[in-house]
């Protein structure tokens, strides 16, 4: 199929400072071929006006948990645990006894006392195993009947290395292995299902590639018989979890996976949990919880030996670190192996640095992978978590900036609504999409539009060793490419949000048209 385009009457905003605007593009054999120079032997297209950006990628999604959570028990946003109770109650009636009720995105911050629940709850129901996972990933609320059935109980759950329960009903980090275990399994069938649907998604968001941050063995077969049967829109940059010991074996031995829409050359690794389940890594205790630092959850050495053979292997290196010591620790390992070199090892989230350890990114060459909506989702909370004081340590984002390190943006959906607009609003702002706080949540931080951009385009490319392909409008460049009804850059905040997407290209072909 013949996708050689002009796109024409168009505010083309380049990000690239050879030509920073222009009116038009030429697309020719899948790439940019020219800039307001246009063809008029090809098909063209009146953008009448709209406005045109490098493709936006989002550096930390998780297209089979977007996808397989569309199907779960929905507990996002709820403000009270009658009405998550009354969901529960609701979802039963339409299982037989014996089905898992399988959730997902409860919040106890949201609630009236913001405690954790206590055991009783969901004991009352006992003809269902039930298994709801926190907003966060990092904690999950069952039932006796679900322990029973992981054939596990309060003490053995507790007795868990990286793990614990709280409440004999809340079980953190890797406490919820042996109940994930017990869950419906997932197959080839559902997996190619969830993930065509998310990547749809992400082309609606007006997304043109996704980092998958943790890739087993099905997800990566899956996504690549889409693209063989051409039923995956967007592209793909692989990180296989850590915890795959063959295949990560077998991708060090065969070396990194490249086609035109995936590719796999990365590692994902966990460090400490969330700071909402309070098992991310502290280096002093939680202010609401005195006897707690939070959890590691691999040990050093196994960590040391991770990093060493993806150093030898040529693999990018992404690691979950949120809390200041797990952070502390993750870019200690790694200045042994990425001082002087373009490693572009990555911190996912970043999201508490202590002072003496922001310069290490600087000197290390370590990148921080940040999702700015993390922040405003945990900043009406996050004071009464770690006090007043360390919030100031909380997504630096215009201190690395400053320091001249590029920052990879994502939003982690679905634990955030993987919306790009969002994200760049975020960061902007630091605001909630109400405008709370009235100058932005540790002001010092926001970021200005370009900057915001760059997050979500030519940051993002430089963040899976693709910046000579995409991330700015530049001739031969991939003719990845998003459309909006705004101009970002000079838009009041508000119009941010209500920015519509009028279309997504990738690869020269129009995967969504509004």
Same mark, same amino acid.
């Given at each position: 199929?013949?996708?050689?385009?002009?796109?024409?009457?168009?505010?083309?905003?380049?990000?690239?400072?050879?030509?920073?605007?222009?009116?038009?593009?030429?697309?020719?054999?899948?790439?940019?071929?020219?800039?307001?120079?246009?063809?008029?032997?090809?098909?063209?297209?009146?953008?009448?006006?709209?406005?045109?950006?490098?493709?936006?990628?989002?550096?930390?999604?998780?297209?089979?948990?977007?996808?397989?959570?569309?199907?779960?028990?929905?507990?996002?946003?709820?403000?009270?645990?009658?009405?998550?109770?009354?969901?529960?109650?609701?979802?039963?009636?339409?299982?037989?006894?014996?089905?898992?009720?399988?959730?997902?995105?409860?919040?106890?911050?949201?609630?009236?006392?913001?405690?954790?629940?206590?055991?009783?709850?969901?004991?009352?129901?006992?003809?269902?195993?039930?298994?709801?996972?926190?907003?966060?990933?990092?904690?999950?609320?069952?039932?006796?009947?679900?322990?029973?059935?992981?054939?596990?109980?309060?003490?053995?759950?507790?007795?868990?290395?990286?793990?614990? @329960?709280?409440?004999?009903?809340? !079980? /953190?980090?890797?406490?919820?292995? =042996? *109940? $994930?275990?017990?869950?419906?399994?997932?197959? #080839?069938?559902?997996?190619?299902?969830?993930?065509?649907?998310?990547?749809?998604?992400?082309?609606?968001?007006?997304?043109?590639?996704?980092?998958?941050?943790?890739?087993?063995?099905?997800? @990566?077969?899956?996504?690549?018989? !889409? /693209?063989?049967?051409?039923?995956? =829109? *967007? $592209?793909?940059?692989?990180?296989?979890?850590? #915890?795959?010991?063959?295949?990560?074996?077998?991708?060090?031995?065969?070396?990194?996976?490249?086609?035109?829409?995936?590719?796999?050359?990365?590692?994902?690794?966990?460090?400490?949990?969330?700071?909402?389940?309070?098992?991310?890594?502290?280096?002093?205790?939680?202010?609401?919880?005195?006897?707690?630092?939070?959890?590691?959850?691999?040990?050093?050495?196994?960590?040391?030996?991770?990093?060493?053979?993806?150093?030898?292997?040529?693999?990018?290196?992404?690691?979950?670190?949120?809390?200041?010591?797990?952070?502390?620790?993750?870019?200690?390992?790694?200045?042994?192996?990425?001082?002087?070199?373009?490693?572009?090892?990555?911190?996912?989230?970043?999201?508490?640095?202590?002072?003496?350890?922001?310069?290490?990114?600087?000197?290390?060459?370590?990148?921080?992978?940040?999702?700015?909506?993390?922040?405003?989702?945990?900043?009406?909370?996050?004071?009464?978590?770690?006090?007043?004081?360390?919030?100031?340590?909380?997504?630096?984002?215009?201190?690395?900036?400053?320091?001249?390190?590029?920052?990879?943006?994502?939003?982690?959906?679905?634990?955030?609504?993987?919306?790009?607009?969002?994200?760049?609003?975020?960061?902007?702002?630091?605001?909630?999409?109400?405008?709370?706080?009235?100058?932005?949540?540790?002001?010092?931080?926001?970021?200005?539009?370009?900057?915001?951009?760059?997050?979500?385009?030519?940051?993002?490319?430089?963040?899976?060793?693709?910046?000579?392909?995409?991330?700015?409008?530049?001739?031969?460049?991939?003719?990845?490419?998003?459309?909006?009804?705004?101009?970002?850059?000079?838009?009041?905040?508000?119009?941010?949000?209500?920015?519509?997407?009028?279309?997504?290209?990738?690869?020269?072909?129009?995967?969504?048209?509004?």
């Amino acid at each position: 199929m013949n996708n050689d385009i002009n796109l024409i009457n168009a505010h083309v905003i380049t990000l690239n400072k050879d030509i920073p605007f222009a009116n038009s593009l030429t697309i020719k054999n899948n790439i940019i071929s020219a800039i307001d120079n246009i063809d008029n032997s090809l098909k063209t297209i009146d953008l009448k006006g709209a406005f045109l950006y490098p493709g936006f990628c989002d550096s930390h999604f998780h297209l089979k948990n977007f996808g397989k959570r569309s199907e779960m028990l929905d507990l996002k946003g709820i403000n009270n645990i009658n009405t998550v109770v009354k969901n529960i109650y609701n979802k039963s009636k339409s299982l037989k006894p014996g089905n898992w009720i399988i959730g997902f995105g409860w919040d106890q911050n949201l609630w009236p006392n913001a405690a954790l629940p206590n055991s009783k709850i969901l004991n009352e129901i006992q003809e269902y195993p039930i298994a709801l996972t926190r907003i966060d990933g990092h904690s999950m609320w069952v039932n006796k009947t679900a322990i029973k059935i992981a054939e596990e109980s309060y003490e053995s759950l507790n007795e868990i290395k990286g793990g614990q @329960i709280v409440n004999d009903c809340i !079980l /953190i980090d890797n406490a919820m292995d =042996p *109940i $994930r275990k017990k869950l419906p399994g997932d197959n #080839s069938i559902n997996i190619s299902k969830w993930i065509k649907n998310a990547a749809n998604f992400a082309a609606r968001m007006g997304l043109t590639a996704v980092h998958d941050a943790w890739q087993d063995e099905l997800i @990566i077969n899956s996504i690549i018989e !889409l /693209i063989n049967k051409n039923k995956f =829109p *967007i $592209r793909c940059y692989g990180m296989v979890g850590s #915890s795959h010991i063959n295949l990560l074996n077998k991708y060090f031995y065969n070396g990194h996976y490249n086609s035109p829409l995936y590719n796999i050359r990365a590692v994902k690794a966990f460090i400490d949990g969330a700071l909402g389940s309070r098992g991310a890594a502290l280096k002093k205790p939680y202010n609401d919880d005195a006897n707690n630092c939070g959890l590691i959850l691999i040990s050093k050495d196994e960590f040391e030996k991770l990093a060493y053979k993806c150093s030898e292997n040529n693999f990018q290196l992404c690691t979950h670190a949120i809390g200041d010591r797990g952070n502390q620790m993750v870019l200690d390992i790694y200045s042994k192996y990425t001082k002087d070199k373009d490693l572009r090892w990555r911190i996912e989230h970043a999201q508490m640095v202590s002072e003496e350890d922001t310069y290490k990114f600087k000197d290390y060459n370590i990148l921080p992978s940040m999702q700015p909506s993390h922040c405003t989702s945990d900043m009406k909370w996050v004071e009464k978590r770690i006090g007043e004081e360390r919030t100031k340590l909380i997504s630096k984002w215009k201190t690395f900036l400053d320091m001249g390190i590029p920052i990879p943006g994502g939003s982690d959906c679905p634990i955030e609504d993987g919306n790009p607009l969002f994200e760049i609003f975020a960061a902007v702002t630091r605001k909630d999409h109400n405008g709370w706080p009235e100058n932005g949540w540790h002001p010092e931080e926001c970021v200005d539009r370009i900057s915001a951009l760059k997050m979500f385009t030519q940051w993002g490319a430089y963040g899976s060793f693709s910046e000579h392909q995409r991330g700015i409008i530049k001739i031969g460049y991939d003719a990845d490419i998003t459309i909006l009804s705004n101009d970002l850059t000079t838009c009041s905040e508000q119009d941010i949000l209500n920015t519509e997407v009028i279309m997504t290209i990738v690869n020269g072909k129009i995967v969504y048209q509004n």
